[in-house]
């Protein structure tokens, strides 16, 4: 007797009793990963608000031109990503494998974009001679440790969502994954988009000189 | 409710009618940051502002809206309860901006 059949007959309640959930394990642990990322996110970003408030001489150092208009780019990039994922994964539900995995790269491309838009802004600043420890501007040198610490751990987010997605997109093109991963990662994906929604407007906009 | 029936998703028409949406947001938070309000009120309106698109993005883009509700109930009050207790550091950083005076 095979494990799975004692399971069945001796009546294990996890091989028998259906999920309350209704979804596939992959999902619901996905979604368990970004309950806890939220929470990691949420307590980076109300340490960021104490650090603020607790600081007499914080500094705003962004204009309109060019920190506010390319977060405004890179938040359209990170949308349209957004929805681009959203077509991968109807058509994965729909089995166009193909168009699945096409649709896959090509939010992986825009999660590219991004990147560079944000690689391109921190090496401006770095320029400036801001720093995680400096501040050019003289005031407190915690602006550049929380902008640095908030927006590296969103972009950390951003290049391993492009590198599982690439996977994702290889593997599915292969037929070695299904339709249930794309949703998966989709999962993801849509988070990172989502953090990022809270990280523009808390980090950026509130920091406007 | 182990046994409701997921609701029909919808296509991507209405995705981009989403995808709109919360482009108009990020518009009008880019407006009312310089509009030049109170910090305090600005705070609040970028927050709200937030929170709507992060609701918008889980219910339709992550598809929470058509997921059994016990998903819903299971995940976004833990969330919340832990959030509210992160709140709790604010008292701490105004007495740390009055001892520096």
């Not at chain 1, 939220?38 to 309109?64: C, E, N």
């Not at chain 1, 921190?122 to 602006?143: D, Y």
Request: net charge neutral.
């Amino acid at each position: 007797m095979s494990g799975s059949d004692h399971a069945l007959t001796m009546g294990h309640g996890a091989a028998l009793e259906a999920s309350p959930y209704g979804i596939q394990s992959k999902k619901l642990v996905m979604w368990l990963f970004i309950i806890a990322d939220a929470a990691t996110f949420g307590a980076i970003l109300f340490g960021y608000g104490y650090l603020r408030v607790g600081s007499a001489d914080w500094t705003r150092p962004f204009h309109f031109t060019p920190t506010i208009l390319n977060g405004m780019v890179m938040t359209l990039v990170l949308l349209t990503s957004s929805l681009s994922m959203l077509a991968a994964v109807a058509a994965a539900k729909a089995g166009q494998r193909a168009a699945s995995a096409r649709w896959i790269l090509v939010t992986a491309g825009l999660g590219v974009v991004f990147a560079v838009l944000h690689l391109r802004e921190w090496f401006g600043l770095i320029a400036e001679h801001w720093s995680p420890s400096n501040n050019p501007l003289g005031g407190s040198p915690l602006v550049g440790a929380s902008f640095f610490s908030i927006t590296g751990l969103h972009l950390l987010h951003v290049i391993g969502g492009v590198v599982a997605l690439s996977v994702v997109a290889l593997k599915y093109a292969r037929g070695h994954l299904e339709p249930g991963h794309v949703e998966t990662t989709g999962l993801y994906w849509h988070f990172v988009d989502l953090v990022w929604m809270f990280v523009f407007p808390l980090v950026y906009l509130m920091n406007v000189g | 409710m182990a046994n409701e029936t997921p609701a029909a998703e919808p296509g991507m028409r209405f995705y981009a009618a989403i995808w709109l949406v919360l482009i108009a947001i990020v518009g009008v938070e880019v407006a009312l940051t310089f509009a030049h309000l109170p910090t305090t009120s600005l705070l609040a309106a970028l927050l709200s502002l937030a929170v709507i698109e992060a609701g918008l993005g889980v219910m339709y883009f992550m598809h929470l809206k058509y997921e059994r509700r016990a998903l819903f109930w299971s995940l976004i009050p833990t969330l919340v309860f832990v959030l509210v207790m992160l709140n709790h550091l604010w008292p701490d950083a105004h007495r740390l901006l009055r001892m520096q005076h």
